[in-house]
């Protein structure tokens, strides 16, 4: 089994910044990579960001492209939040990835979740 915890977070105005971690345990040698998903009230979950463990491959959703930015250290990842909208509210998941899901776009191990408000 793998384990994911968040860090991070936390409430911003419209236009900051803001930083979520995410460390993985466990067997993480079977893991390929990583990645971050959302879920805003009332709207499902959404993919936002990924990351192999290589660091040479990510991948953004198109709302956060040029905004955010993933990266990993060891077995930690981060991903750093710029020009933050309303509409980024959420509760951020972090995810990881084998790699028969990184290639179907499944993440198999999930963390509880970090809440991430920006205020207008």
């Known amino acids: 089994q793998v384990q994911v915890v968040e860090s991070g977070g936390g409430s911003v105005q419209a236009g900051g910044s803001l930083t979520v971690s995410c460390t993985a345990s466990?067997?993480?040698?079977?893991?390929?990579?990583m990645g971050w998903f959302r879920q805003a009230p009332g709207k499902e979950r959404e993919f936002v960001a990924r990351i192999d463990w290589s660091g040479g491959s990510t991948n953004y959703a198109d709302s956060v492209k040029g905004r955010f930015t993933i990266g990993r250290y060891n077995s930690k990842m981060y991903m750093q939040m710029n020009s933050l909208k309303p509409e980024d509210t959420a509760v951020y998941y972090c995810a990881a990835y084998t790699l028969a899901g990184w290639n179907s776009g499944r993440a198999e191990y999930w963390g509880q979740g970090t809440q991430v408000t920006v205020s207008s």
């Open positions: 466990g067997r993480t040698f079977s893991t390929y990579g």
